[in-house]
């Protein structure tokens, strides 16, 4: 692999955590992606933002609570983290609910977001 | 770009993100349980022709034909086989699965 | 063109398995390279050497293992996906090899597209 290879990746997070182990696994894959320093972006759309609502409690599900890595995110220099406007909208949440600095843009803009992108990968 | 959607209209909301971010100029390619927005009387066949206007929407021919659907493409609305995804792929410069 | 794939699914449950399988076949007949099959998440169930399926039904384990023998095509399933669900060195059909995720990003910066086929 070339070094000066650097392209810009995007992961695509629409699920919501828990239900599915998709938003954990994900999460996975960009922690080691940090690794390759490539220009990473993550974005939540849909129920994707439920990933970042605070206050995951799952002792009562007997499952892994994963929300803390969100918080390492930035130690590992992923730190654009995108959020869909109106899936905060149509989900009675805020920008204040999430658990980790994002910036809140419409569907219309992560989609030229979008456009930008060598990869897109969702899962 | 390409936009590829693989779940039906009806039983989830993937059609309508999908729409709702994808920039006029784009390609979109339904396959799977995504080919039902493109047939007649399917309640998004409107929301689809609608789109038609801005984006290049195609269907998976194969996928339609296995659903029963080969003769209800709404009109306007093109198929495509697997080496016609393939094309898809290589002329854009990258793609999005809206799963 | 050089091009990379992602499943994330199981085989028989959905169809994302066929339609990467079909999408793999379709590119090499036109003349380009599958840079690399990566299983994730219950893709990984792809591989799994002890799949019977009756006999009148499409064998999706074996389709990829002839692909990848005919055409020499990476099948590469995700090492923790896999120990999650029970796949190992000692149930791993042939064709697939069991490694890292990095190698979803390699190949994510090595080939020209990167296709996603998942639920």
Redesign the interface.
């Known amino acids: 692999m070339s070094e000066a290879t650097v392209k810009k990746i995007m992961y695509v997070n629409r699920k919501a955590p828990y239900g599915t182990i998709y938003a954990l696994e994900s999460l996975e894959v960009v922690l080691i992606a940090a690794a390759f320093d490539q220009d990473v972006s993550l974005v939540f759309m849909d129920d994707g933002v439920y990933q970042l609502k605070k206050g995951h409690q799952t002792k009562g599900i007997e499952t892994k609570n994963f929300q803390p890595t969100y918080r390492a995110l930035d130690d590992y220099d992923v730190n654009k983290l995108y959020v869909e406007k109106e899936a905060l909208e149509a989900r009675g949440l805020s920008e204040e609910d999430m658990c980790v600095p994002v910036e809140v843009l419409s569907a219309a803009e992560i989609g030229k977001l979008m456009e930008q992108q060598d990869v897109l990968l969702s899962f | 770009m390409l936009h590829i959607v693989n779940k039906s209209p009806l039983e989830r909301n993937t059609l309508d993100s999908c729409l709702a971010a994808a920039q006029p100029g784009a390609a979109l390619l339904l396959i799977e349980d995504g080919v039902y927005a493109a047939t007649r009387g399917n309640r998004a066949e409107g929301k689809l022709r609608a789109a038609a206007q801005r984006l290049d929407i195609y269907v998976l021919a194969p996928d339609l034909d296995a659903r029963g659907m080969g003769q209800s493409l709404a009109e306007g609305i093109k198929t495509t086989d697997y080496a016609g995804f393939v094309e898809l792929v290589t002329k854009h410069k990258n793609c999005q699965s809206w799963l | 063109?050089n091009?990379g794939i992602?499943v994330?699914e199981g085989p028989y449950t959905h169809?994302?398995s066929d339609?990467a399988y079909?999408?793999c076949?379709?590119?090499l007949?036109?003349g380009?390279q599958i840079q690399r099959v990566f299983f994730?998440?219950d893709g990984v169930n792809n591989a799994s050497r002890l799949t019977e399926p009756p006999q009148d039904d499409r064998h999706i384990v074996n389709r990829w293992s002839k692909l990848a023998a005919d055409h020499k095509v990476d099948l590469v399933v995700c090492v923790?996906?896999a120990l999650r669900r029970g796949i190992k060195d000692e149930n791993l059909a042939a064709g697939f090899r069991i490694s890292?995720?990095?190698q979803?990003?390699?190949s994510?910066?090595?080939a020209?597209?990167?296709?996603?086929?998942?639920?």
Not at chain 3, 112 to 119: K, N, P, S, Y
């Open positions: 063109m091009i992602l994330n169809e994302a339609s079909q999408f076949k379709a590119a007949a036109s380009h994730y998440h923790a996906a890292g995720l990095g979803l990003i390699e994510s910066i090595q020209d597209r990167m296709v996603t086929f998942g639920d």
